[in-house]
């Protein structure tokens, strides 16, 4: 197995897909990549992956991008077990919808507070884009009113993916005292393989986050 990581601790997709290996024991080299420096524009990047972002996954000459795709890959490819990618039709269903939500709520809308005020130099956090994502996070304690995880008993790549953008604003300083469900499952994740790593990438992304608000 020759598994590296083109990662950056800031990203949270990028932690997502780290989690998902760290979950999974892999040994994995990581190649730091800062894209606030721009080490991703450079030509030896851009050779593997024109889309020039981060995590990208290099196996033994096999390359891939996208967070939750690297986090499925892995899992079907040397999980040990069929639990945190389900591989019966209706379990990693499931699974998907949970991915997809945290694909396309969770992390657009936390990145539509966020990327403004880290790259084109807002300083506040505009009161519909707050509105907006507390809704979304009703909908995520929907969710885990009636699971432990996400997607059932056990984590899966939905909860690794989720709690890498979760961590991401809560870093920030989010208030989530009106989600007891959010909060129970935040504290679960904390014992999930790499959350630690993971917790201080999120921080690094909440100071830079912060530094920038008035
Ligand atoms: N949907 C992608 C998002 C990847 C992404 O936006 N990565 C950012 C860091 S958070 C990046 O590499 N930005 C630099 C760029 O795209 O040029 C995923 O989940 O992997």
Redesign the pocket.
């Known amino acids: 197995m020759s598994l590296k990581l083109y990662h950056?601790t800031v990203?949270?997709?990028?932690r997502?897909?780290l989690l998902a290996a760290r979950y999974l024991q892999l040994p994995i080299e990581i190649q730091p990549v800062n894209?606030f420096k721009k080490d991703?524009?450079k030509e030896s990047f851009l050779k593997i992956n024109p889309?020039?972002?981060?995590?990208t996954l290099e196996d033994n000459g096999f390359i891939l991008?996208?967070?939750?795709a690297i986090a499925c890959y892995l899992a079907d490819k040397y999980g040990k077990d069929e639990q945190f990618y389900p591989k019966d039709l209706q379990k990693r269903a499931f699974v998907n919808q949970r991915l997809y939500f945290d694909?396309t709520f969770l992390?657009v809308k936390m990145r539509a507070i966020c990327a403004p005020i880290l790259f084109s130099g807002a300083t506040e956090i505009q009161k519909p884009l707050k509105d907006d994502f507390n809704t979304t996070l009703g909908f995520l304690d929907i969710f885990l009113s009636s699971t432990k995880w996400l997607a059932g008993d056990n984590p899966t790549v939905a909860d690794t993916a989720s709690y890498a953008t979760l961590s991401s604003i809560l870093a920030v300083g989010w208030d989530i005292s009106s989600f007891p469900n959010i909060q129970r499952w935040v504290k679960q994740c904390g014992s999930l393989p790499g959350a630690e790593e993971n917790d201080a990438g999120a921080k690094e992304y909440g100071e830079a986050v912060k530094k920038n608000l008035r």
């Open positions: 950056f990203s949270g997709p990028s997502g897909a894209t991703n524009l889309q020039h972002c981060v995590p991008w996208e967070s939750r694909a992390n």
